[in-house]
C-alpha cells in the first residue's frame, strides 16, 4: 500500500513569491493533517481536516497561508507571499479516523527555503 | 497551552550502551504517542499509550506512562546504530495532539 505522497520534495524560492505543497494521504483515511517543522524543533499543527472540512485551523496564519482538501482526498497549502522565516518542513500526516489514538502515517515533507 | 518538554535534547553514546529519554508535562492526557523520525522523512509512530502506568514493550525498547499520565519515558536496552534518530513524544487531549522538541539520539558504532 503506497503511503503518504508529497511533493514537491523541496522548493527554494524568493521571498513575497507564492508557494504550493500537494498532499495525497493513504487511501481510505478521512483525516488530513498539515504540519509545520522547524529544524531541531517537533511538528506543530497547521490545519487538521476530516474529509473535506478544516476542523481545526487554529495556528493557521490565515494572513497569508492557505488550504484545501476539495473532494475529501489530496490536499493543497499554499503560501502567498513567503516570507523568511516560512524556510522549515511542511509535513503531511493522515489516519483513518483523527481519533486520538489512531496512527498518525506522514509522508516525507517539504522542505521550502525562503530566500 | 499544554507543553511537552523532551530530554535530554541530544544524547550520544556508544553501542551496546542503555538510555533512558523523559517526556514531561504539567497537564493530563488522555493518550501519549512515541514516534521516530529519521532524516528526510516524515515521523513514524512506535507505540500509543492510554492508560496511567502502562508499559509497553517493542523488542528492546520499553515505554512507560505516568501513573497520572503528565510523564512518559522511553528506555533503549543496547542501543544499536540503527536506533540513531529524533525521538518525538506527542501527547493528545480532547481533539488536540501536541508534540514535544524531541530527543536527538546518535549511536556511536
Known amino acids: 500500500e503506497a503511503g503518504v505522497v508529497q511533493s514537491p520534495r523541496y522548493k527554494i524560492i524568493e521571498k513575497k513569491q507564492p508557494v504550493a505543497f500537494w498532499c495525497n494521504p493513504i487511501?481510505?483515511?478521512?483525516?488530513l493533517y498539515w504540519y509545520l517543522q522547524n529544524l531541531g524543533q517537533g511538528p506543530e499543527l497547521l490545519i487538521r481536516?476530516?474529509?473535506?472540512?478544516?476542523?481545526?485551523d487554529s495556528q493557521l496564519p490565515k494572513d497569508r497561508f492557505s488550504a484545501e482538501r476539495l473532494k475529501g482526498v489530496d490536499s493543497t497549502l499554499k503560501i502567498q507571499p513567503a516570507e523568511l522565516g516560512d524556510s522549515a518542513v511542511y509535513l503531511c500526516?493522515?489516519?483513518?479516523?483523527?481519533?486520538?489514538?489512531?496512527?498518525?502515517?506522514f509522508g516525507p515533507g517539504t522542505r521550502l527555503t525562503v530566500l | 497551552t499544554q507543553l511537552l518538554e523532551q530530554s535530554p535534547q541530544f544524547l550520544s553514546i556508544q553501542e551496546g550502551e542503555n538510555l533512558t529519554v523523559y517526556c514531561n508535562s504539567s497537564?493530563?492526557?488522555?493518550?501519549l504517542q512515541w514516534y521516530r523520525q529519521e532524516p528526510g522523512e516524515g515521523p513514524v509512530l512506535l507505540v500509543t499509550?492510554?492508560?496511567?502506568?502502562e508499559v509497553k514493550k517493542l523488542k528492546r525498547l520499553t515505554f512507560q506512562f505516568g501513573d497520572a499520565r503528565k510523564d512518559s519515558s522511553l528506555h533503549i536496552t543496547a542501543a544499536q546504530p540503527g536506533d540513531t534518530g529524533l525521538y518525538l513524544c506527542?501527547?493528545?487531549?480532547?481533539?488536540?495532539?501536541?508534540f514535544g522538541k524531541g530527543t536527538r539520539l546518535h549511536i556511536l558504532p
Open positions: 500526516a493522515s489516519s483513518l479516523h483523527g481519533g486520538r489514538t489512531d496512527t498518525q502515517y
Open positions: 487511501s481510505g483515511h478521512n483525516t
Open positions: 481536516y476530516e474529509n473535506e472540512e478544516a476542523v481545526d
Open positions: 497537564s493530563v492526557f488522555s493518550s
Open positions: 499509550v492510554v492508560t496511567g502506568g
Open positions: 506527542a501527547g493528545a487531549e480532547d481533539d488536540k495532539i501536541i
